[in-house]
């Protein structure tokens, strides 16, 4: 190839975690042409700075992505022009259905849709559409029971999916003094602690049923925002523990406050497909407690303490075991998160796997 393969990404929008996905896709071709579109989310001139190549703001309303989606899907080819890319990344279903789109009427190298959930493929009309889809797409999952889900729904597809584990980039953490004071949790207390949107998935009702069956000076911090937050402090004051929940409310970069746990918690349901909070805890040297779901738990490996998903008997006794454990314990805890995050999902391991995909060996090589 004379010239240099043409990447494009669509994300739906650039909230977290997507902006720092949108990075880490963008840098992982630096050898390319490199397009990034966002159909959604306001123009941020900073955003568009920090990846590399170029970025296009749609800033569409809600409506436009609904239905067929021939608004996006004409937008971005004007954007594109005569030049179509060699291969278009698309993130979540409505950006993959717009590629699939571009993908019956352009000459593409190919199509990968990047699954950041469970269920990509459960809506019916999604699933019968798979077995129309062109033989230059495919799929990547962010896990392996994500890809596992997909290939016993749709065999068909065998063949097609990948895994590419997120990564994260380095973080710079406050110290715990630091963190607690901005949190508002109070010095001198063992802190368990938890970050994420309060939705159902992410099973706060379960931490704080078995939180409340500790009788010691633990305080328990909950960082994030969301539709139950309200509820969840009704819960807290009726099981009698308000004045040992933290609720810190949503924070930019929340993963700098890491070290204001003395116990990192992932409470998730089986819901959860992976769970990049899980990277900011082992980057941040902090010993995790995490459901045993198929998703976390094939990011923890065994650095981490686990509970069974869903069992308030069994997170209730490794709450207890956690507070437990001597300093050398949890440090072993933390050192073994550390050379799992470098093994396992370090940028530069990211992008290999990126790079060695099938369909981008064939259609972007790498050149440096």
Not at 82 to 87: H, K, L, S, Y
Not at 322 to 339: H, Y
Request: with cysteine.
């Amino acid at each position: 190839m004379d010239r240099k393969p043409r990447i494009l990404q669509i994300f739906h929008d650039h909230k977290d975690p997507f902006r720092t996905v949108a990075r880490q896709y963008a840098h992982s071709f630096v050898d390319c042409d490199v397009k990034t579109i966002f159909l959604r989310g306001p123009q941020s001139a900073d955003l568009a700075k920090s990846i590399y190549g170029e970025v296009e703001f749609l800033t569409l309303d809600a409506r436009s992505l609904r239905g067929l989606k021939l608004e996006p899907a004409r937008l971005i080819r004007q954007i594109i022009g005569e030049n179509p890319p060699d291969i278009i990344i698309a993130h979540r279903y409505k950006p993959f259905f717009v590629a699939l789109l571009l993908n019956r009427r352009l000459d593409i190298g190919c199509v990968i849709g990047v699954m950041h959930e469970f269920g990509f493929l459960k809506r019916m009309g999604r699933a019968l559409l798979s077995r129309f889809w062109k033989d230059n797409v495919h799929l990547v999952g962010v896990s392996r029971p994500v890809c596992d889900e997909v290939i016993r729904q749709q065999p068909h597809l065998d063949g097609r999916v990948h895994v590419v584990h997120h990564s994260i980039e380095a973080p710079v953490l406050h110290d715990s003094v630091s963190a607690r004071h901005e949190l508002g949790i109070p010095l001198g207390n063992y802190c368990y602690g938890v970050i994420g949107r309060l939705v159902e998935k992410k099973n706060h009702e379960l931490l704080l049923s078995a939180f409340a069956r500790l009788d010691g000076d633990e305080v328990l911090a909950l960082v994030g925002d969301g539709e139950l937050k309200e509820h969840l402090k009704k819960q807290a004051k009726k099981l009698g523990i308000a004045d040992r929940v933290v609720f810190c409310g949503a924070r930019d970069q929340a993963r700098k406050y890491m070290k204001a746990f003395d116990t990192f918690v992932l409470p998730s349901t089986e819901q959860e497909a992976f769970g990049v909070v899980l990277l900011e805890a082992m980057s941040a040297s902090t010993p995790i407690l995490s459901t045993d779901a198929p998703g976390p738990a094939s990011v923890v490996g065994d650095a981490a303490r686990t509970f069974k998903c869903g069992d308030v008997d069994d997170l209730t006794l490794q709450l207890k075991a956690m507070r437990e454990l001597s300093n050398e314990q949890a440090a072993q805890i933390a050192k073994q998160g550390l050379a799992r995050l470098g093994q396992e999902f370090s940028i530069s391991i990211m992008v290999q796997r990126i790079r060695e995909l099938p369909p981008v060996l064939k259609h972007a090589p790498v050149s440096i």
